[in-house]
Nanobody
């Protein structure tokens, strides 16, 4: 069992930045691939970014590439999502999630454990 707790969401103007954090319980954090997903009102949950256990392999959705950066600190059992140049269309609830997979990590179904989500609102 892994418990995930996201933080760092909030209200920001377009062009601003936020840094999300996701703290995980359990001693095996370093063995997991960590992912960030988001869900806007009336839309399906979508992939944002993922980072494999060593941090060597990183994946981004095209919509956030160049603006968002995912990173992890295995000593702190924490994964981060630095979000810059935010746009109103980035408004969503952001979730972190855990998978044991090293491939096909953009797939929602790959993830076993999910956090409760943190709201990000970008005003125009």
């Amino acid at each position: 069992q892994v418990q995930l707790v996201e933080s760092g969401g909030g209200l920001v103007q377009a062009g601003g930045s936020l840094r999300l954090s996701c703290a995980a319980s359990g001693r095996t954090f370093s063995t997991y691939t960590m992912g960030w997903f988001r869900q806007a009102p009336g839309k399906e949950r979508e992939f944002v970014a993922a980072i494999t256990r060593s941090g060597i392999n990183i994946y981004y959705a095209d919509s956030v590439k160049g603006r968002f950066t995912i990173s992890r600190d295995n000593a702190k059992n924490t994964v981060y999502l630095q979000m810059n140049s935010l746009k109103p269309e980035d408004t969503a609830v952001y979730y972190c999630a855990v998978t044991e997979r090293l491939i096909r990590v953009r797939e929602l179904s790959a993830y076993t454990y999910w956090g409760q989500g943190t709201q990000v609102t970008v005003s125009s």
